[in-house]
Each structure stands twice: as structure tokens, then as C-alpha cells.
């Protein structure tokens, strides 16, 4: 256990804020030791790519380096693979690629850990983590007992999980088991521009491969890469909005892109809502929005967790103010 140890390289934003304990743990074993040690409030972190520190953590960080990549099942026609929490989202994609196995190739350069992937239910390109989810395996931090959450048991939903809700920050998740296609493969390619992308490559009849390499060219073009600007992706939800509000826009914005949802709402884009309140591209102070994407929060260089945090809540009065529309975070701000 490491006393007062600065967070800077390990939050994609890259800002400055101090944990007083820090640690790293490798096994579940290792984890427990750590856990009988720490100092509370206890803190899991993985890549720190969906987290904004706005102020130092007065307790212990916990940093998940849990690795190995195992195949533990196969049937006919898919396999699960179990992977441990402290592996890199992305390289878990390329493995499973390499190995043509399908499922999760719409969901490769996102950055972070294994472990974070359940608590937001990451997705991306229609695609999310729930769509090949078997189970994960967590230790309580309370008592370092190990317990398995079934699909069902995590509930998840639009960037979201039980761990962002009622049981936030009372586990670890330190094991995922996904369900993989070996053949006949369900790709998507609907979302986006996936087609296009493909289409550009020349590529008339994808494989995994074909699609994450797609996926991977469009995400270059239009996110920042952390290791040069930072950020932590999209910084809101998309709204889910009522008929009645979204009339409302309509009115005013014949053009308006949205996307009519199963249970009667419309699911509006966050980015375009705040382009259309002139934040697009611009900068305060050491931060800003996104030139390319509006949705994305950047760090021009030396920024406080606490500007980027003012901008948030600038940017967020401001579509409050010309749409009636309360932006949620998906960012975790501390
Ligand atoms: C450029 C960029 C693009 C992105 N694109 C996408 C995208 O397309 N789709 C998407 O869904 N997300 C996206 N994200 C957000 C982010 O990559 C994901 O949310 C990712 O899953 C976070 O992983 P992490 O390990 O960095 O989590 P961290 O930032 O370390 O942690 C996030 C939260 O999860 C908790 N946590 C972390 N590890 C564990 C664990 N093992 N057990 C329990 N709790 C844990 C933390 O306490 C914290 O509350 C993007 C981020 C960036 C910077």
C-alpha cells in the first residue's frame, strides 16, 4: 500500500488529484490482502477512462491488474471465454478476433478494462456488452467474499448496471465470461457508418476481423486518442425523451436526429443537442468541447478535474435552457 500517490496517469483525462493508499492487486488473492489493508473509502479503478477526479480520493485506490484470456466452454457453434478483470478491453478484442470468434468486434478501441465493461455495459456501433454477457464473477469489498452475477442479475441498460446503481462501488468485478460465435456469425453492420467503412475497404463479405478493423478506422477519425488529447469519451447519456418533448424539438428542428425506441420515447444525440447550443469546438480555459465530436469533453493541456467538471455543468444549463432536457453524465464524477 502506497501512501499519496498522484491519479494523473491513471485517468484518461489526465488531470491531477491524489489517492491517499494506492495499490495494485494481480489475483483475488492479492486482492483480499489488499482489501484487510486498505484505508476506506475503497475505490476500484481500471483504465480510468470513464471517471473525472474533481478531487483527490481521501481513501484507497485499488487498481485491477487481473489477466489471463481462456476459452472454458465450446459447443458447436460458439465458445465462452472467461477474462480476468485487469485485462485490456481492446487487446481481449484482438484476441478474439485473431481467433475469428464473433460478438464483440463493434465494441473494439474501446479503451479501459474487462472489469469496467459490466458496470456501463459498454457499447458502441449497435452492439453492446449485455448482447454476449454470460456471467461475471466479483469480490465484495466489504468481506472479500467471491460471488457470480448472472446476465439477469446485473440488470443492465443503456450505459448502465446494478453496479451503477445499487450496488455502486460495493464490488470488484474480477472475472467476465462472455459467449463468442465460432461460425455462422451475427455481425452487424447496420450502425453508423460500419457500411460505408467496408464498402471503402473493399470488403464485400466481412469477418469479425473486417468489421473491427472498420470500426477501429472510423473511431480514429472521429474520437480523440487519449494518449494525445485528454478526454473520457462521450461525456453524456443520450436522452430518452417524451413524445410531447420531442414535438417540441421537432417543431423547431424539422431535421433533428433521433431515433424512436421500443417503450414510445426517442432517444435524442447528446452531441447534437449541444452542438446546437454553439459548444462544438469550443474551448474554456484548459478545457473544451470536441471539435470533431461535441459530446466528448477534452483537455487541452494542464486542465483541473474541476473545469472540466464547470464546463459540464455549463454545457448541461445550456440544453436545459434551449430544450427542456436534463443531461445525465456518463462519466463517473468524483
Ligand atoms: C476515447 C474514449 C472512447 C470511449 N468510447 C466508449 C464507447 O464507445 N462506449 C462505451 O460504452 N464507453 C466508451 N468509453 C468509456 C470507457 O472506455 C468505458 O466506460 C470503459 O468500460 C471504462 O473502463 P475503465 O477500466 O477505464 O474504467 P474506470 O474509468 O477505471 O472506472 C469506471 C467506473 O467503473 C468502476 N470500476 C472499474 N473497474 C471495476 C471493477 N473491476 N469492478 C467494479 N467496478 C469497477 C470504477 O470504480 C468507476 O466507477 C470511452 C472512453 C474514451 C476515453
Request: proline content about 6%.
Amino acid at each position: 500500500m502506497t501512501p499519496d500517490v498522484s491519479l494523473r496517469p491513471y485517468n484518461t483525462f489526465g488531470v491531477e488529484a491524489r489517492a491517499a493508499y494506492f495499490a495494485e492487486f494481480a489475483s483475488v488473492a492479492e486482492l483480499r490482502t489488499a482489501l484487510r489493508q486498505a484505508v476506506p473509502p475503497v475505490l476500484v479503478l481500471g483504465g480510468g477512462s470513464n471517471i473525472l477526479f474533481t478531487r483527490d480520493w481521501p481513501g484507497t485506490v485499488l487498481r485491477n491488474r487481473i489477466c489471463g484470456i481462456e476459452v472454458v466452454r465450446r459447443f458447436p457453434h460458439r465458445v465462452w471465454v472467461r477474462a480476468g478483470g485487469g485485462e485490456d478491453w481492446h487487446e481481449l478484442v484482438m484476441w478474439a478476433v485473431r481467433q475469428n470468434f464473433g460478438g464483440i468486434e463493434n465494441l473494439s478501441l474501446i479503451p479501459g478494462s474487462v472489469g469496467a465493461a459490466p458496470v456501463q455495459n459498454i457499447g458502441a456501433y449497435g452492439v453492446e456488452l449485455k448482447d454476449v454477457f454470460i456471467s461475471l464473477e466479483a469480490v465484495e469489498l466489504a468481506t472479500g467474499r467471491l460471488r457470480r452475477f448472472t446476465r439477469q442479475e446485473c440488470r443492465f441498460g443503456y450505459r448502465d448496471s446494478i453496479f451503477k446503481q445499487q450496488e455502486k462501488g460495493r464490488w470488484c468485478i474480477t472475472a467476465v465470461t462472455l459467449s463468442l460465435t465460432t461460425d455462422r456469425h451475427r455481425l452487424n453492420t447496420s450502425y453508423g457508418d460500419v457500411a460505408r467503412t467496408l464498402a471503402d475497404m473493399g470488403v464485400g463479405n466481412p469477418t469479425p476481423a473486417h468489421i473491427s478493423e472498420a470500426v477501429v478506422r472510423i473511431r480514429q477519425a472521429k474520437l480523440p486518442d487519449p494518449a494525445h488529447m485528454g478526454n473520457c469519451g462521450s461525456f453524456f447519456k443520450n436522452p430518452e425523451v417524451r413524445q410531447e418533448v420531442w414535438e417540441n424539438i421537432r417543431q423547431r428542428y424539422p431535421n433533428a436526429p433521433h431515433y424512436p425506441l421500443p417503450n414510445g420515447h426517442i432517444k435524442v444525440p447528446a452531441g447534437w443537442l449541444i452542438e446546437q447550443c454553439g459548444w462544438k469546438g469550443r474551448r474554456v480555459g484548459n478545457v473544451g468541447c470536441y471539435e470533431k465530436q461535441a459530446l466528448v469533453l477534452v483537455n487541452h493541456g494542464g486542465a483541473t478535474g474541476q473545469e472540466a467538471h464547470a464546463l459540464a455543468q455549463a454545457i448541461a444549463a445550456s440544453v436545459a435552457a434551449q430544450f427542456g432536457i436534463a443531461l445525465e453524465p456518463e462519466v463517473n464524477v468524483w
